[in-house]
C-alpha cells in the first residue's frame, strides 16, 4: 500500500526558508516521478516541482521546476529514505498554499508530469505561510 507523508510546513516571513519532506513508503524509488504541488485558496492546484527518483544510473535526479519558483525552490530526493524534499528559499507571500507531495510509482515522469491526473497517490498535505 503507497503512503506519502509530508512535513516541515509552518510559517515564516517573505524572504525565510522552509523544507518540506515527503516520505514514501509501500514502493522502492526506481525510475518512479514525483512531484510537488500547492494550491493557495481560490486557485487551482499547481505543478511546482517534480523529480525522477532513483539512482544516477536508472536517470534518476533530474529536477524540474515551475517558472514562479526557479532558482528559489530545490527538490531533491534521498533514495535510501524513499523520501523527496522541497527546499524552498526567498518564500514570497504569494508561495502560501497547501502544499501536497504526489507519487506516479509505475511511470518515470514524462511529457505530463505536471497534471494532476498523472499521479495515483497524494499526501494529506502541509500549509505553508508567508507573511510579508
Known amino acids: 500500500q503507497v503512503q506519502l507523508v509530508e512535513s516541515g510546513g509552518g510559517s515564516v516571513q517573505a524572504g525565510g526558508s522552509l523544507r518540506l519532506s515527503c516520505a514514501a513508503s509501500?514502493?522502492?524509488?526506481?525510475?518512479?516521478?514525483m512531484a510537488w504541488f500547492r494550491q493557495a485558496p481560490g486557485k487551482e492546484r499547481e505543478g511546482v516541482a517534480v523529480?525522477?527518483?532513483?539512482?544516477?544510473?536508472?536517470?534518476?535526479?533530474?529536477?524540474y521546476y515551475t517558472d514562479s519558483v526557479r532558482g528559489r525552490f530545490i527538490i531533491s530526493q534521498d533514495n535510501a529514505k524513499n523520501t523527496v524534499y522541497l527546499q524552498m528559499n526567498s518564500l514570497k507571500p504569494e508561495d502560501t498554499a497547501m502544499y501536497y507531495c504526489a507519487a506516479d510509482p509505475a511511470r518515470p515522469c514524462g511529457w505530463q508530469m505536471w497534471r494532476g491526473a498523472t499521479y495515483n497517490y497524494w499526501g494529506q498535505g502541509t500549509q505553508v505561510i508567508v507573511s510579508s
Open positions: 509501500g514502493y522502492t524509488f526506481s525510475r518512479n516521478c
Open positions: 523529480i525522477s527518483t532513483g539512482g544516477i544510473s536508472t536517470g534518476g535526479g533530474y529536477p
